[in-house]
């Protein structure tokens, strides 16, 4: 069933990617907390599902963009722009492919994979060190367990909004 008109589904993307904007703020606070680097929990991915589900991958991909874009004019970190993009973009697309076939928290599982090895994959093009691949280990197995909390999650806000609320908020 999709949202009533262009126009809802533009509006539920600004509104959308709003909040994929905030929470990535956010998560790069926390990460600069932990002993961790290039290590996020991935919260925007929450966004991204969201996006996947009610409004399809064209939505889901241009919030991606405009969120990683924004995020690094807010941040001051120019560098993490190139991060952020091929990070965001190659776990959408990984999980647009795989959002019918498997549950919600397997996706965002997927999501949260590629993610890290798409980061991965532009620290050694940036440093010219494949060295890089040392931290896959580390940042799979992060990968999974905040895509897995974050599936967890998503799964409990879709089991509480149906696609009739969505209607009804616009």
């Known amino acids: 069933m999709a949202l009533p008109n262009k126009t809802s589904k533009f509006v539920l ?5 709003g909040v994929a904007l905030a929470l990535s703020l956010v998560d790069g606070a926390i990460s600069s907390l932990l002993p961790l680097p290039g290590f996020k929990l991935g919260l925007a991915n929450i966004v991204s599902l969201f996006a996947l589900y009610y409004l399809g ?20 970190n120019l560098t993490m722009l190139f991060f952020s993009l091929a990070g ?20 965002s599982v997927l999501g949260g994979v590629t993610h890290s090895l798409a980061q991965l994959a532009v620290a050694a093009l940036l440093t010219a060190t494949p060295q890089v691949s040392y931290y896959l280990p580390v940042l799979a197995l992060m990968g999974c367990v905040c895509g897995f909390c974050m599936g967890v999650l ?6 509480r909004l149906r696609r009739e609320t969505v209607h009804q908020i616009l």
């Open 13 to 17: 993307a600004a509104v959308l990617c």
């Open 57 to 76: 991958a064209p939505y889901a991909f241009s919030i991606c963009i405009v969120r990683s874009l924004l995020a690094a004019v807010f941040s001051g």
């Open 88 to 107: 965001g973009l190659l776990s959408i697309l990984v999980m647009c492919l795989f959002l019918r076939r498997l549950s919600l928290v397997k996706v």
């Open 154 to 159: 998503c799964a409990l806000v879709f089991s």
